[in-house]
């Protein structure tokens, strides 16, 4: 282990992926400035479908792992038992590509008033890549995996933890086997470090969380990991069972082995007590225009507002804009790629008048469930969804209110030639 501190080895690693970055990040910092977060660094990201790695946030709590792909391997465990070498990981299954649209599950926190512990994120812990690498359900049925009932694949990731909490997730085996990669390209070149070089895996619409980076085994068990689940020393039940999970204010939440469903809002409808976020709630964000300068608009021309929408495992069925704070509301057209677990594409032109204006959108998913409009009071918990509110939680997780992802438009006319502001 070093002796430097590990907040100076975290700066570093910041400094270094900024510059590698290039400008399409920028950093957010938690105030105990235990986690590596850069979000992407302006609303134009959320007007396009494919996010270049540029662009694409990053966030993880411990230091990226001193990696070498020639000596990773990836044991398997607990049901099962092998060790893959990356060689094997490439070589010996199909290579597939899947899109994948990742959210942190704190994206929004930065919204939660009182505000919460940990990372304030606005809106920019969201994007959509392509991801290659080998099914985990090839790997599993040739290691005689195959019957998912009422088991759970338990991802560990191989960043060092200081021998406290291992970086240790669970997903049910039913999504390990229907749709997961192991994933060792981003966007068709080799996964960069910080994205979790040299493989990860990757869970279709499913926030970020669950996507285990440095993944160096991969674990089968009929419950879900908790305290001493684990063949390691050190904590390994933290990132599943204590942090990442959504409860009103001064409780801790309980341990569960399994849990019935897996969808965060029927969880957060009240099917689990404290929920785990799993798959992404219904979402939406503006991309264009982004409200950093104004814009002038001719007599008789539109101006396109264009955004991205996602529904976790669920499909987005409609998403609506308003260009007047919430008063009206338009239907906005889907368009581009529609593929499970990534998000869509969506455009409305809008005929704007000279001003300043506030535009919202709001998604609806294919079960008829659409974003709330804010964030409760702290109390609320499971009464806010009645009333059109994400709860506020401890955590500040999963969030989906639309009303504060909206954007200030300031509008001119051409005519106006001072465009200063
Ligand atoms: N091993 C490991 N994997 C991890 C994390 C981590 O701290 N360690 N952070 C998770 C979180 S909270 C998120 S949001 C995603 C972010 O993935 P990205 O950095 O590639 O965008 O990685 C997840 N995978
Ligand atoms: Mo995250």
């Known amino acids: 282990m070093a002796t430097e501190r590990p907040r100076d080895a975290r700066h570093r690693e910041i400094d270094a992926i900024v510059e590698a970055k290039a400008g399409g990040v920028a950093e957010t910092r938690d105030e105990a400035d235990k986690y590596t977060v850069l979000g992407a660094a302006s609303r134009r990201t959320f007007a396009n479908w494919l996010t270049p790695?540029?662009?694409?946030?990053?966030?993880?709590?411990?230091?990226i792992p001193d990696a070498d792909a020639d000596a990773w391997t990836v044991s398997l465990t607990g049901e099962f038992d092998g060790e893959l070498s990356m060689a094997d990981v490439r070589d010996e299954y199909p290579t597939v590509a899947v899109a994948h649209t990742m959210e942190c599950a704190g994206n929004g926190r930065g919204q939660h008033r009182p505000e919460t512990g940990s990372v304030q994120w606005d809106c920019e812990a969201a994007a959509t890549a392509f991801w290659t690498g080998t099914p985990v359900s090839s790997i599993l049925r040739d290691h005689g995996v195959t019957d998912p009932e009422g088991r759970w694949l338990t991802a560990i990731g191989g960043d060092p933890s200081d021998g406290d909490d291992v970086f240790a997730r669970s997903i049910p085996l039913e999504k390990a086997l229907d749709d997961c990669v192991l994933a060792y390209e981003m966007n068709g070149e080799p996964l960069p470090r910080e994205h979790g070089y040299p493989v990860r895996l990757i869970v279709p619409g499913w926030y970020g969380v669950n996507n285990v980076k440095w993944v160096e085994e991969l674990r089968v068990m009929d419950s879900m990991v908790v305290e001493g689940s684990l063949e390691r020393p050190g904590e390994h039940a933290h990132w599943q069972q204590v942090s990442y999970r959504i409860h009103p204010r001064g409780n801790e939440p309980d341990e569960n082995e399994t849990v019935d469903t897996y969808d965060t809002w029927a969880q957060l409808e009240g099917a689990v007590e404290h929920p785990y976020p799993f798959d992404a709630n219904v979402m939406s964000l503006i991309g264009t225009p982004d409200g950093a300068s104004p814009i002038t608009v001719r007599a008789g021309e539109t101006v396109?507002?264009?955004?991205?929408?996602?529904?976790?495992?669920?499909?987005?069925?409609?998403?609506?804009?308003?260009?007047?704070?919430?008063?009206?509301?338009?239907?906005?057209?889907?368009?581009?790629?529609?593929?499970?677990?990534?998000?869509?594409?969506?455009?409305?032109?809008?005929?704007?008048?000279?001003?300043?204006?506030?535009?919202?959108?709001?998604?609806?998913?294919?079960?008829?469930?659409?974003?709330?409009?804010?964030?409760?009071?702290p109390d609320a918990w499971r009464d806010a969804l009645e009333n059109d509110e994400y709860p506020w939680n401890e955590g500040g997780y999963a969030s989906n209110a639309y009303e504060p992802n909206g954007v200030?438009?300031?509008?001119?006319?051409?005519?106006?030639?001072?465009?200063?502001?």
């Open 53 to 63: 790695t540029e662009e694409h946030f990053v966030c993880h709590r411990n230091d």
């Open 304 to 377: 396109e507002v264009r955004g991205v929408a996602w529904a976790g495992d669920d499909a987005v069925d409609r998403v609506q804009v308003s260009t007047d704070g919430g008063d009206t509301w338009i239907d906005a057209e889907l368009f581009g790629p529609d593929y499970a677990g990534t998000w869509r594409l969506f455009r409305y032109d809008w005929d704007a008048e000279p001003g300043r204006h506030t535009l919202l959108s709001c998604a609806t998913d294919d079960l008829g469930r659409r974003q709330p409009s804010r964030i409760s009071e």
């Open 408 to 421: 200030e438009v300031q509008v001119h006319a051409d005519d106006d030639r001072n465009v200063s502001k």
